[in-house]
DNA sequence: CAGAATAGTTTTGACATTGAACAAACGTGA
DNA sequence: TCACGTTTGTTCAATGTCAAAACTATTCTG
């Protein structure tokens, strides 16, 4: 079939460090120079590829020089993000660029979903008008449950629950309503593929993502681990300590009571609503309560964490959000609690990393999956293009 | 592609509960007739179907009547298990049936590899030399952790450690080295699928295998999740309590210290080598001990199974092994349990079941598994078929 | 027994891929 | 400087598969 090939060969194109000729591609996606130069000519016209000049000081040899391809910048998506202190919307294109970015800053616990999402809608509408480039399609990121038919069933944070986005949300600009997904496995998609369809160092990782609550996705093959509902991924409340101290989602001992940020703030003896550099700052100074605090996070985290290791053997942790700052204050006790409780870790010892720094990490996850869907199908959008027929 | 469409139309033929005709694999494929009827010749030709008579009382209509088609029995698999207490050998066919089934029992713990798996092979000749099949492959059940090259790397109660099979086990019959894999991933293969190819009633579920140790998959889609390694589903080592009691592993308060039958039994005043039965006889005669020591590993279970639906969402439970004789007995708490402790479970309530009653059920699934393999890819066994030329 | 209905086959045409040949563009070395 | 090798990209005929439609076969219905 023509579509897959399409598709292996913008895939092959995406994946590539450096801008690929038509003949490398032909070899990464195992057909002949013919078929790759045909299906290349109609992602060029489809605007899905660009040919770049070839001035730039990539490798020369003998032969005659191919013309290099770049991810074209005519096809953008809309990545959006609602938090408890802020919406924001980003507009990417299949290069990675972030060519507009807005966000609005609020207090949005408790709030109401059609006054927030009609911010939303605001800021996205801004964003998309900056942008001369054809957006197509928009993911919402949201942290919460969220089922496979654009409801969000609960955000705790937020306090909102059974919100169907479509029916909410203003439209935006004549775009369907957003796909919408959850935040820390959009989020985690910036960390598998730092740039639309380029595979980053880890294909297979947990992404923990603290916020207000703790976020946790599962990331396997470059996809987040989705389960039977899409539910996957909540480690937040995975049971550390059976007799440990209740949480509000009704069980006992769960990851949040130890890790979470606001458990966090009041072990170490500050206000519910430090902010986690204070907490950082503090155990960094040697202040006990919040060294034992961040300890007792340290190996909260190790518990739940070889759960999932000793689950779904994936040996790569990577710490996001709000625990980013804690990272280094939690690695080694961390590991030394994986290295003790995974049964695999004799032969695959974990590591555990710091997300990089990456502003509206979720929104721009949510963009480039929405790419990404384009690119599993670039025969949609191209058309039912016929071979050229010379006219007669 | 053709060989895509040729593994499609064999995959609807499996899958449908009933013998379907021709017509209906059209339908179900999406192709018209015409493609698929020349598919199904060529799957005819090659012994993956065969041509049923219309004899049975299947449903009929007006117009002319289908040939029915069926699974071939031409082709089969050899599975093959390895326990502590004995090893066995099945061939099955397309169909599901055991064409023959060998066993042979023993006292395997702490064995040498070389004399077990030459009992093993010769289980395995005598089973293929009674079935009138060709036999297109053979996949190994090991209890223990296996890496992706064929090497059984540790099997705790076995007390084998990096056993390169291939290099160990006589040849069988001609037939290359077994794949191998983990008891616990193929075991689950029978209940996902109660006939090679044909979906049985859950597609996602967590497969608990409770023999000498606690063996565990998790099943999404109908395919065992696998991770990084292939390691996936070491539910036996899953933390229930940081502070519970020493395990052989090295950490502390593991899941098989609470709910494995050795620890079960001695929890109960038992022998430690006490069968299941007779734990679950003293349970139910209302032995304080006993009732106890269930209740004790229903609650163990409870909570780690409760991080495993919370990180992977499979919201069913399926306990297979030594663990199906007291399935009974620790529904109720583990059950509640999981609904305290589980965050989706307001949306999704857990469920539990006991696995159907399968003897040999992961060399069976070894067996199927290595069906899979060939329904994956007919077009590897049909070879290179041409267009029936007319000769000239 | 005519007609409707469904199953399966044959034929024809469209289309994508392959393989080979060919033109284009560059470096190398005599 | 110029012939030669080398690699890229395109063109063209051949091949194979699928789709659509027409056609045959076989049953049930009235």
């Not at 913008?10 to 590539?16: G, Q, R, S």
């Not at 770049?70 to 408890?84: F, I, K, M, N, T």
Request: glycine letters at 12%.
């Amino acid at each position: 079939m023509r579509a897959v090939n399409l598709a292996r060969v913008l895939a092959a194109a995406l994946a590539a460090p450096t801008p690929p000729t038509r003949a490398a591609l032909a070899t990464a996606t195992g057909t002949t120079r013919a078929t790759a130069s045909r299906l290349v000519d109609d992602l060029v016209a489809g605007g899905l590829l660009e040919e770049s000049a070839p001035d730039a000081g990539l490798p020369r040899g003998p032969g005659r020089p191919g013309t290099h391809l770049s991810p074209g910048r005519g096809v953008a998506a809309l990545g959006l993000q609602v938090d408890v202190d802020r919406v924001a919307a980003v507009v990417t294109d299949l290069t990675g660029a972030v060519r507009a970015s807005h966000v609005t800053e609020g207090d949005f616990r408790g709030s109401r979903p059609e006054g927030v999402l009609g911010l939303l809608a605001d800021v996205a509408g801004r964003a998309i008008a900056e942008v001369d480039a054809t957006v197509v399609g928009a993911r919402l990121a949201l942290p919460g449950i969220v089922d496979g038919r654009g409801v969000l069933l609960r955000a705790p944070n937020l306090g909102w629950s059974d919100v169907a986005v479509a029916a909410v949300m203003p439209p935006v600009d004549g775009l369907p309503a957003p796909v919408v997904g959850n935040e820390a496995d959009l989020g985690a998609v910036t960390v598998s593929y730092p740039a639309p369809g380029r595979p980053g160092e880890h294909a297979d990782f947990v992404y923990l993502s603290g916020a207000a609550g703790i976020g946790g996705s599962v990331v396997l093959d470059g996809a987040p681990l989705r389960g039977r509902h899409g539910w996957a991924g909540e480690l937040g409340h995975v049971t550390v300590d059976p007799d440990g101290p209740d949480c509000a989602c009704g069980s006992t001992g769960c990851l949040e009571q130890y890790a979470g940020m606001r458990a966090l703030a009041v072990a170490a003896g500050l206000e519910p609503t430090a902010r986690t550099s204070d907490i950082a700052r503090a155990a960094r100074d040697g202040e006990p309560a919040a060294a034992a605090a961040v300890e007792r996070a340290a190996e909260a985290l190790g518990i739940a964490l070889s759960a999932v290791v000793n689950v779904v053997d994936v040996p790569v942790i990577v710490l996001a959000g709000h625990l980013r700052e804690i990272g280094d204050l939690v690695r080694p006790t961390l590991l030394e609690t994986l290295t003790r409780r995974v049964l695999s870790a004799r032969w695959a010892p974990p590591v555990v990393e710091v997300a990089p720094q990456r502003p509206l990490a979720a929104a721009v996850g949510a963009a480039y999956a929405e790419l990404h869907a384009l690119v599993a199908d670039p025969g949609r959008r191209l058309g039912r293009r016929r071979t050229a027929t010379p006219a007669g």
